[in-house]
């Protein structure tokens, strides 16, 4: 089914978004901003709203998760919204008990580690994401020409949580599954492909016009495990999006030996983080995809004529592609000052018109 007459990409309110050109390839004459976890713990109103609550009550209240997402568009000027969620939100709408602890993040207290295991999962109902289909609506309602992009985990980070009960460092015991039993390996992903891609799907027909997949934890595997073992289910969660022409695109940590293998999922753009050059980036990817990034995020404390360089090589390198979408190397750290992303927002709107 293609999307709707009143999505905000076929009435026209965000076709002509500098994001959105700048996704599809068409190099805007303002260089579009937006900041991975943008809608956080660094703003003072976030703070506020939240006040202890649970985090994934708030993901899937659309009221609050509607309100979150606008909040950082409101104060910073950026040029997209990315809806607010977390990685896990699919995970539990198919039935899997999973909590966000304080300071830990999601915890799984009975891990998936075997076939019984992985046959115990279960489809994800439909109608379990309204509360999603809503909470997009109300925001793309209130965003009008401001694009908002979806959310959603990949499916090796998906399965990371599952198999670890809860984040990892190294991934250990998932890259231990991985090669120990790539029967069950290859069930698990296809479900987390499955669930993680038809919430995206659910975000994209309420009026997302893009889709972003993150893959947090994709930097422990090798070149040659991601191309076997992973880069499949990662396009089967993109595959969900099959018939609704919106741009996709990929975000992963330590991503730089394998973006030869993300341009092959099919993506408009991708996301580098900070540790790879934008113009390296651009090599890897053989010149003709968009980029997005790549500030470090260390460097939102330096002072402004550090933080002033180092966005202005950013820019200069983004130029090697042929559009770049300004962001983070990966998320807005909790103690950042809000006004350093305002002001980064503003520099790069006047310097890229300039």
């Given at each position: 089914?293609?999307?709707?007459?009143?999505?905000?990409?076929i009435?026209?309110?965000?076709?002509?978004?500098?994001?959105?050109?700048?996704?599809?390839?068409d190099?805007?004459?303002?260089?579009p901003?937006?900041?991975?976890?943008?809608?956080?713990?660094?703003?003072?109103?976030?703070?506020e709203?939240r006040?202890?609550?649970?985090?994934?009550?708030?993901?899937?209240?659309?009221?609050?998760?509607s309100e979150?997402?606008l909040?950082?568009?409101?104060?910073?000027?950026?040029?997209a919204?990315?809806?607010?969620?977390?990685?896990?939100?699919?995970?539990?709408?198919?039935?899997?008990?999973?909590?966000?602890?304080a300071?830990?993040?999601?915890?799984?207290?009975?891990?998936?580690?075997?076939?019984?295991?992985?046959?115990?999962?279960?489809?994800?109902?439909?109608?379990?994401?309204?509360?999603?289909?809503?909470?997009?609506?109300?925001t793309?309602?209130e965003?009008g020409?401001?694009?908002?992009?979806?959310f959603?985990?990949?499916?090796?980070?998906?399965?990371?949580y599952l198999?670890?009960?809860?984040?990892?460092?190294?991934?250990l015991?998932?890259?231990?599954l991985m090669?120990?039993d790539p029967?069950?390996?290859?069930a698990?992903?296809?479900?987390c492909a499955?669930?993680?891609?038809?919430?995206l799907?659910?975000?994209?027909?309420?009026?997302?016009?893009?889709?972003?997949?993150?893959?947090?934890?994709?930097?422990?595997?090798?070149?040659?495990?991601?191309?076997?073992?992973v880069?499949?289910?990662?396009?089967?969660?993109?595959?969900?999006?099959?018939?609704?022409?919106?741009?996709?695109?990929?975000?992963?940590?330590?991503?730089?030996?394998?973006?030869?293998?993300?341009?092959g999922?099919g993506?408009?753009?991708?996301?580098?983080?900070w540790r790879?050059?934008?113009?390296?980036?651009?090599e890897?990817?053989?010149?003709?995809?968009?980029?997005?990034?790549?500030i470090?995020?260390?460097?939102?404390?330096?002072?402004?004529?550090?933080?002033?360089?180092?966005?202005?090589?950013?820019?200069?390198?983004?130029?090697?592609?042929?559009?770049?979408?300004?962001?983070?190397?990966?998320?807005?750290?909790?103690?950042?000052?809000?006004?350093?992303?305002?002001?980064?927002?503003?520099?790069?709107?006047?310097e890229?018109?300039?």
């Amino acid at each position: 089914m293609p999307l709707s007459p009143s999505h905000p990409l076929i009435d026209g309110r965000t076709t002509q978004a500098p994001l959105i050109r700048a996704y599809r390839g068409d190099r805007p004459e303002r260089t579009p901003v937006w900041f991975m976890r943008q809608a956080g713990r660094s703003l003072p109103e976030y703070r506020e709203l939240r006040a202890g609550g649970d985090m994934l009550q708030a993901c899937l209240t659309p009221e609050l998760a509607s309100e979150i997402t606008l909040q950082p568009v409101r104060r910073h000027g950026v040029d997209a919204g990315i809806f607010f969620s977390d990685i896990v939100v699919p995970v539990l709408l198919a039935g899997v008990d999973v909590r966000i602890e304080a300071g830990r993040g999601p915890v799984i207290d009975a891990p998936i580690r075997s076939a019984s295991d992985v046959l115990r999962l279960r489809p994800i109902d439909p109608d379990a994401l309204a509360p999603v289909r809503e909470a997009v609506a109300l925001t793309v309602a209130e965003l009008g020409s401001t694009p908002l992009i979806g959310f959603a985990g990949a499916p090796f980070t998906l399965a990371a949580y599952l198999v670890e009960g809860g984040p990892s460092k190294d991934q250990l015991r998932t890259r231990a599954l991985m090669h120990s039993d790539p029967h069950t390996w290859a069930a698990l992903l296809n479900w987390c492909a499955d669930v993680t891609g038809e919430f995206l799907r659910a975000q994209v027909e309420a009026g997302a016009s893009a889709a972003q997949l993150f893959d947090s934890w994709i930097g422990s595997v090798s070149q040659r495990d991601y191309l076997r073992r992973v880069a499949p289910h990662s396009r089967r969660a993109f595959d969900h999006l099959r018939g609704l022409e919106v741009p996709k695109v990929h975000f992963g940590l330590g991503t730089d030996r394998i973006l030869t293998e993300i341009k092959g999922l099919g993506v408009d753009a991708v996301g580098i983080d900070w540790r790879l050059p934008l113009d390296e980036a651009s090599e890897h990817l053989g010149g003709d995809v968009p980029v997005q990034g790549n500030i470090d995020p260390a460097l939102l404390s330096a002072p402004w004529p550090t933080l002033r360089a180092h966005v202005d090589d950013v820019l200069e390198r983004g130029r090697t592609a042929p559009a770049h979408v300004v962001n983070l190397g990966h998320g807005v750290p909790p103690e950042t000052d809000p006004d350093v992303l305002t002001g980064i927002v503003r520099y790069v709107h006047g310097e890229s018109q300039g």
